[in-house]
């Protein structure tokens, strides 16, 4: 959170209105909510926001939403290295295990906007073996004719997951 106070508190305000605005949405469309991150540091209001939302999504099956919330991929790995400590030996199972995203699919394609060429601490586990794909584009300005040219480039690629 290395940002100014008042764009902190406008992210929240954000936040807060969007889980109040879509829920309802959510629901109706059997969209489940999963947020990654360390959620729980938060302000009590939104935390109990997100608790709410989460079971109120729990059992929809449709489509699942995962939203990065005070999420930072080493901070996932430490409380995932500690959980699995604390079952016994360390092991990467142990580890996947209780990564954010242990309920998710596999990574297969990570786009990152903004001209960067840089995971900026983001799901630096989950992609080890995912395809990476860049464009200058600012996350506000990405179409959906954008996304198409990524998932286009992205079915050229020959997966081989750290093998030849």
Do not use: C
């Amino acid at each position: 959170w290395k940002r100014p106070e008042d764009e902190i508190s406008d992210l929240m305000g954000l936040l807060r209105a969007f889980i109040k605005s879509d829920l309802d949405e959510f629901a109706a469309n059997d969209v489940r909510l999963k947020i990654i991150g360390n959620y729980r540091a938060l302000a009590p209001d939104i935390v109990d926001l997100i608790d709410n939302a989460i079971a109120r999504t729990a059992h929809n099956s449709r489509t699942t939403l995962a939203v990065a919330l005070n999420y930072g991929s080493q901070d996932e790995l430490v409380r995932a290295a500690t959980a699995a400590a604390a079952e016994g030996a360390i092991t990467a199972e142990g580890i996947e295990a209780h990564l954010d995203t242990a309920d998710l699919p596999p990574l297969d394609l990570l786009i990152r906007t903004s001209g960067e060429q840089r995971l900026s601490n983001f799901m630096l586990w989950q992609a080890a073996y995912a395809e990476l794909w860049f464009t200058d584009t600012l996350w506000p300005d990405f179409t959906p004719a954008e996304f198409d040219t990524a998932l286009a480039e992205f079915g050229k690629r020959e997966r081989r997951y750290g093998g030849r």
